[in-house]
């Protein structure tokens, strides 16, 4: 009996079919008969191009949005994993301290491994800090040396200047020492010739002494200093060159890590 149904089914959908196809031909040869071979035929390419346009319209939005739709679908984490210390794992879709804690692997939504993140270190984390601190002031330092001096020669040529000049102040300093030591002592033995004659120093000899030892304590003071700042300047060049020359060592030398 079902049998019987199923075919009177199939034969009442293909009588529809008929009928609609009879009808079809006489709103065609109506068409045809009213409005003339021309105006059909225009018709028809109207409504074959309104049909391509649609066709065409929904290829577009099909492959547009089939790709987006693809990458969401893959890449994307999905869950999160931990092993805690029994081995025993946890799947959450946030990440937690736990997570962090134990280290733990990015899954999609197959359950596929993306990527695996290691346990957290707070030690670790400070000594790699503590190198990006260290790398970024290396950075500003090699930039503001490149900048004041440009090269390592122009630094040797710079530094050549300024340690001439220094030790020709130096050299001044030392004679004027050396003068003011003379002209002090001289002042002394005359102030002491006055005393064994059992005679009163004249002010003008006492002030003389007096302004003697300040000349030379200054003297000897400026002198002193002058050594330091040729001993600083000298290490302060030495420093940059060597940093200028391995900068331009490092430029110079070619980058083989992508040479197959």
Known sequence: MFTKQKDAKQGQSLADSIDLFALNSMCSQHVKSSLGVDTC??????LLKIS????????LVFTSVAPTFA??????PRWYRYYNSQGIPTLSSTISEQHL?????????NMHLISHFSPFSGQKYAQQQA???QAIERRITERHLQETYISASRAESQRDRELTDLDGQIKRSQVQSVTLSSSLNQSITLAANFERQNKPVPLTLKNQIRVDKDLLNQSQTNFAALKVKREQTSKQYSDAIATLKVIEQRKNTPNTSNIP
């Open 71 to 76: 990458e969401n679908s893959t890449g994307a």
């Open 101 to 109: 804690q134990y280290g733990y692997d990015s899954l999609d939504k």
């Open 52 to 59: 391509a346009s649609c066709f065409g319209i929904i290829f």
């Open 41 to 46: 035929f225009s018709l028809n390419n109207f």
């Open 131 to 133: 190198q990006r601190e």
